[in-house]
């Protein structure tokens, strides 16, 4: 096991490599002069220049870059230009509201999800499969940003029962945490649920079907013995690969909703950068969303291989 994690790791440097040549490069591709977006159109030509050289625009692109992945060695993202802090101060103080947004949601589109799928998959054909396979339709359709609006009209201002956002920390009020993230949380997730009840609606039809499923409902053993001890735990296998890419939709869907209920995490202060063309933070956001993907592949990599022992050991 040992050996296949350090596979899957070495496998993921070079992502990692490409996502920071992208987000340095972001300086070069976007149109115009940094130092004009950054300084402001009344900035004087001894201004910009002063900005160029502090910025070390001056310098030509290796040496940006040799210094670019110098200073992410020592853990150096740079410095906000609108905050006047370093930029992983910035996002270190932010990234908990995000982790929580994210993983909240993922747990919830993983648990309904499956539990609509497993529905759907022993009632194929039947008035309760459609029921499900049309609520997972539903959810997938829908825009996050207007479900999250919907949301906050009905739940929070006209019956009350939640607030319209903001963030309480875990540590601080746990009940206070759960009434101000299951609104978002549950809003992000209603389209990967979709995805997770599809997939484990295919996956136990698959698995239904074989030998061993028969046998054990030829001994008499119980449906939901059958259903959920045998039959569910592998279909799984195929549904749990899908979390590494619901994982990354729900990052780039937590922008959006953050902002839609006023959260502050990572999401809004990339969003707050780009209006305002704070190209370290961009960049230092970009960089960090990019690492937690490639992390949440590798675990989802790892616990794919000890579901299934003949991926580590390179057999199928």
């Known amino acids: 096991m040992l050996r296949y994690a350090a596979g899957r790791l070495v496998s993921a440097l070079p992502v990692l490599l490409i996502v920071s040549l992208l987000s340095f490069g972001i300086v070069w591709i976007v149109p115009g002069d940094v130092a004009v977006e950054m300084a402001g159109p009344t900035a004087t030509a001894e201004e910009l220049a002063r900005l160029r050289e502090r910025l070390g625009l001056t310098k030509p692109w290796h040496e940006q870059l040799i210094g670019w992945y110098g200073a992410l060695l020592q853990g150096d993202l740079g410095e906000s230009i609108l905050l006047r802090q370093g930029v992983g101060a910035a996002i270190v103080e932010r990234l908990p509201v995000t982790l929580s947004l994210t993983f909240t949601a993922l747990l919830i589109a993983?648990?309904?999800?499956?539990?609509?799928?497993?529905?759907?998959?022993?009632?194929?054909?039947?008035?309760?499969?459609?029921?499900?396979?049309?609520?997972?339709?539903?959810?997938?359709?829908?825009?996050?940003?207007?479900?999250?609006?919907?949301?906050?009209?009905?739940?929070?201002?006209?019956?009350?029962?939640?607030?319209?956002?903001?963030?309480?920390?875990?540590?601080?009020?746990?009940?206070?945490?759960?009434?101000?993230?299951?609104?978002?949380?549950?809003?992000l997730a209603l389209s990967q649920m979709g995805l997770f009840a599809r997939m484990t609606r295919a996956a136990m039809l698959e698995v239904l079907r074989?030998?061993?499923?028969?046998?054990?409902?030829?001994?008499?053993?119980?449906?939901?013995?059958?259903?959920?001890?045998?039959?569910?735990?592998?279909?799984?296998?195929?549904?749990?690969?899908?979390?590494?890419?619901?994982?990354?939709?729900?990052?780039?869907?937590?922008?959006?909703?953050?902002?839609?209920?006023?959260?502050?995490?990572?999401?809004?202060?990339?969003?707050?950068?780009?209006?305002?063309?704070?190209?370290?933070?961009?960049?230092?956001?970009?960089?960090?969303?990019?690492?937690?993907?490639?992390?949440?592949?590798?675990?989802?990599?790892?616990?794919?291989?000890?579901?299934?022992?003949?991926?580590?050991?390179?057999?199928?």
Not at 143 to 171: I, R
């Open 110 to 187: 993983f648990v309904c999800g499956t539990a609509l799928g497993v529905l759907a998959a022993v009632r194929a054909g039947k008035a309760a499969d459609r029921a499900a396979m049309g609520t997972a339709l539903i959810g997938f359709s829908l825009p996050d940003f207007w479900l999250g609006l919907v949301f906050v009209y009905l739940f929070a201002v006209v019956l009350g029962w939640l607030p319209t956002g903001g963030y309480v920390p875990f540590t601080q009020d746990p009940l206070g945490w759960a009434q101000a993230m299951i609104l978002p949380a549950g809003t």
């Open 210 to 316: 074989q030998d061993y499923v028969r046998t054990a409902r030829a001994k008499g053993m119980p449906g939901w013995i059958v259903v959920g001890k045998h039959a569910l735990r592998n279909a799984l296998i195929p549904v749990v690969t899908v979390a590494g890419i619901a994982c990354g939709v729900l990052l780039g869907g937590a922008v959006v909703i953050e902002s839609v209920f006023s959260l502050p995490g990572v999401g809004r202060l990339i969003v707050g950068a780009i209006q305002r063309r704070d190209y370290p933070v961009i960049q230092g956001g970009l960089l960090l969303t990019a690492t937690i993907f490639v992390l949440v592949n590798l675990a989802v990599d790892l616990l794919y291989a000890a579901l299934d022992p003949r991926i580590r050991h390179g057999r199928r």
